[in-house]
């Protein structure tokens, strides 16, 4: 959850991932807002009922191959043909086909880094960050739906049981940092 979100919140503890999507989807089709998903893995479905966008982690990373391309083909041109220009047994000064595989291996590692340290910006995964952890078994073997609290808490609460919820309790908004 957010640092900056205020509130209670309503928590659903499920011990199967099938549960947690089964109820994930019937909260969203009852209209409740969902706030977040407490997994120990990822998975499959919780970003449809988040309504979480696309990533533009693509983009960056063509971009950023992109720019690897160009600077490798322009160092190698440049060094090759411009600033040290030799004639090796009559070959061109410009063999573009013998820059390929310098040319590959430059665009793939600038793609890579440029997208992971986008990933790690993104997601906020700075060095020292404290992880919000509302219930330590999260990390381990359990799964959490985060709602927030709202006037049908009881209907939500029946709900979540309903579809299998371990347990269900009331929480104030940045959980137990344990």
Do not use: Y
């Not at 019937?26 to 998903?37: E, P």
């Not at 995964?125 to 509302?134: A, H, N, R, S």
Request: hydrophobic fraction near 45%; include cysteine.
């Amino acid at each position: 959850m957010d640092k900056k979100v205020q509130g209670e919140f309503v928590i659903g503890v499920f011990d199967d991932e099938e549960k947690l999507v089964k109820a994930g989807t019937l909260v969203k089709r009852d209209n409740f807002h969902i706030q977040d998903f407490f997994t120990p893995f990822p998975v499959h479905g919780l970003d449809e009922l988040l309504d979480i966008k696309r990533s533009r982690l693509p983009f960056v990373t063509f971009v950023a191959g992109g720019m690897g391309l160009i600077l490798a083909l322009a160092f190698q041109v440049w060094t090759s043909a411009v600033d040290w220009p030799i004639n090796v047994g009559g070959k061109p000064m410009l063999s573009i086909p013998a820059f390929i595989p310098i040319t590959f291996e430059l665009m793939v590692l600038c793609g890579a880094l440029t997208t992971v340290a986008a990933f790690l910006f993104r997601a906020k995964l700075f060095p020292g960050q404290i992880p919000v952890t509302i219930d330590r078994r999260q990390l381990d073997d359990q799964f959490l739906i985060v709602i927030p609290s709202g006037e049908k808490n009881a209907e939500l609460e029946k709900l979540l049981r309903d579809n299998g919820a371990v347990k269900v309790e009331k929480q104030m908004a940045g959980g137990r940092n344990e």
